[in-house]
Nanobody, 120 residues
């Protein structure tokens, strides 16, 4: 599975962005998909994950209430809608496919990240 994250950019505090994670090579079939982020000098942080069926999701506390993960099976794409963005959300955002969980080391496939910068 090759994953491509996109949709990052520069946004002001309080703004919104929608990140996309598109799979190629093979589908996401059977894999959960998670979003993680890594800020400079910090460890990679789990944000949200969604099962292959889309029936279950799980969020980190930092993402609850502001971020929404969703899946479009027809487009083989997973999204992360991010609202009310804050400067501390500035990071490189990654999507990954693997088991339904929160541990980055457990994920099987990773996409290249997309940079999100939130200006104050």
């Amino acid at each position: 599975v090759q994953l491509q994250a996109s949709g990052g950019g520069l946004v002001r505090t309080g703004g919104s962005l929608r990140l996309s994670c598109a799979a190629s090579g093979r589908t996401f079939s059977g894999y959960a998909t998670g979003w993680f982020r890594q800020a400079p000098g910090k460890e990679r942080e789990f944000l949200a994950t969604i099962t292959w069926s889309g029936g279950s999701t799980y969020y980190a506390d930092s993402a609850k209430g502001r971020f929404t993960i969703s899946r479009d099976k027809a487009k083989n794409t997973v999204y992360l809608q991010m609202n009310i963005l804050k400067p501390e959300d500035t990071a490189v955002y990654y999507c990954a496919a693997g088991p339904f969980g929160v541990v980055a080391a457990d994920m099987d496939y990773w996409g290249k990240g997309t940079l999100v910068t939130v200006s104050s």
